[in-house]
């Protein structure tokens, strides 16, 4: 049955991605229901080479307004991310060079394409604000500052905090959100969504927008992911459960079923599109007693599977998780790598793997108890190994890898 066109967009103002709408639902509800196709972006700074599933929750979004027919722009911000979001900070970022920048973000549109459309008639358009932002002169620069006071700016939660626990603030940290506000200025959109810890910045451009083209940018935030029990953001590289959407389906799956029981219900609710009725019901079932949690999570980690490689590769990943985790066989397909040296010590082995990035972490998963040599558990950090040809190396959980 054909939905209506005033359905989906019901469906769009009350997505159970969005948090809040600025400057209200109707707003946003009044302008999809005109004529007009807006122009929509959300922008992203490169400072990882991967895009994550904290991140898809607004390509998700935004799908829906692109199937509407409405303009997607997706701004990369090579200019910004070299300066550093002061977002969520108790210390100033460490600036990163225009290289790296460009370098991290050139496998972005092979992360998102099975989400938004990159080709045909309203494909993604891909921009840099370096394009405006490096040829701004000190006389723009300065009327663009006169825009803001630092009153605004130190309402921030985290410039308080660091007022309160006495240290720095950096006057490029009070740039940072007038330059992102400027992007909605240069590219004179619409409506802007991303995260909820955005929304300052957002809003700041949603006041540029204003002043300096005299219309009103619709800013939309999404929900994001937290884990309920810690409060902290679950897609973190420091703080444990960073699923890339660049991993492997294998890694994916994995990756999905470490994940803490406790934020099955939200990932299926920001990160995937099955239907609110059916997660009403994943959320009754996790309430029961009776039902394994790992079975529901096996459920999630092939919709997201599924979502990025397609329904016969995430069934192939769920037989593979379980042939490692529940029948304890090695992998179909094991990395290997060639160790020159007869004896070795165990950090510069673990090294060698390319499936560590240092001593340090090397060190403290020997340590941790997490690295098996031919089936053995290794517990000292200082230990020389033997190299034996066909050996396995088993890093964590989910890492293999056969020396030659």
């Not at 700074?45 to 607004?58: K, Y």
């Not at 099975?114 to 604000?129: M, S």
């Not at 932002?133 to 006071?149: C, D, H, Q, Y």
């Not at 409060?231 to 660049?246: D, N, R, T, W």
Request: charged content about 35%; glycine content about 6%.
């Amino acid at each position: 049955m054909k939905i209506k066109k005033s359905e989906k967009i019901e469906e769009i103002i009350n997505s159970r991605y969005i948090e809040r709408i600025y400057p209200s639902k109707e707003k946003l509800k009044e302008v999809l229901s005109s004529q007009k196709k807006i122009t929509i972006y959300v922008g992203v700074d490169p400072t990882g080479a991967d895009l994550h599933l904290g991140h898809s929750t607004n390509f998700l979004f935004l799908k829906k307004l692109q199937k509407l027919g409405h303009k997607v722009i997706f701004l990369i911000g090579d200019f910004t991310a070299q300066i550093g979001d002061p977002t969520g900070k108790s210390k100033s970022r460490k600036p990163i060079a225009h290289k790296q920048v460009l370098i991290n973000c050139r496998e972005y549109k092979k992360q998102v394409q099975e989400i938004l459309e990159f080709g045909g008639k309203n494909a993604v358009i891909f921009k840099f604000n370096s394009k405006w932002l490096s040829p701004l002169n000190l006389e723009k620069i300065i009327g663009l500052m006169s825009r803001a006071t630092v009153g605004q700016m130190i309402k921030r939660d985290m410039f308080k905090k660091r007022i309160k626990e006495k240290k720095e603030i950096f006057f490029h940290e009070f740039l940072y959100p007038l330059l992102q506000g400027y992007d909605s200025v240069a590219m004179r959109v619409d409506a802007e969504v991303g995260g909820n810890d955005q929304t300052f910045n957002m809003m700041v451009g949603r006041d540029l927008v204003r002043d300096y083209l005299d219309k009103e940018k619709i800013v939309i935030t999404t929900k994001l992911l937290i884990n309920p029990k810690t409060q902290k953001k679950l897609m973190s590289k420091s703080e444990g459960g960073f699923v890339a959407l660049s991993d492997d389906p294998n890694q994916m799956y994995g990756k999905v079923m470490a994940l803490p029981d406790e934020v099955i219900s939200s990932v299926f609710s920001l990160c995937t599109e099955v239907s609110d009725s059916e997660i009403k019901k994943i959320e009754k079932d996790l309430k029961q007693k009776g039902i394994n949690p790992k079975n529901i999570k096996s459920k999630l980690a092939k919709e997201i599977v599924k979502i990025y490689y397609g329904g016969k590769v995430a069934e192939k990943a769920e037989k593979e998780f379980s042939k490692i985790f529940k029948d304890k066989k090695e992998p179909s397909v094991i990395i290997k790598v060639k160790i020159k040296e007869k004896e070795i010590n165990i950090l510069d082995l673990l090294i060698k793997t390319g499936q560590v990035d240092s001593k340090a972490n090397a060190k403290r998963l020997v340590i941790q108890r997490a690295i098996k040599i031919e089936g053995k558990l290794k517990e000292d950090w200082k230990e020389q190994i033997k190299i034996r040809k066909g050996a396995i190396v088993k890093i964590g959980k989910r890492r293999f890898v056969k020396l030659t």
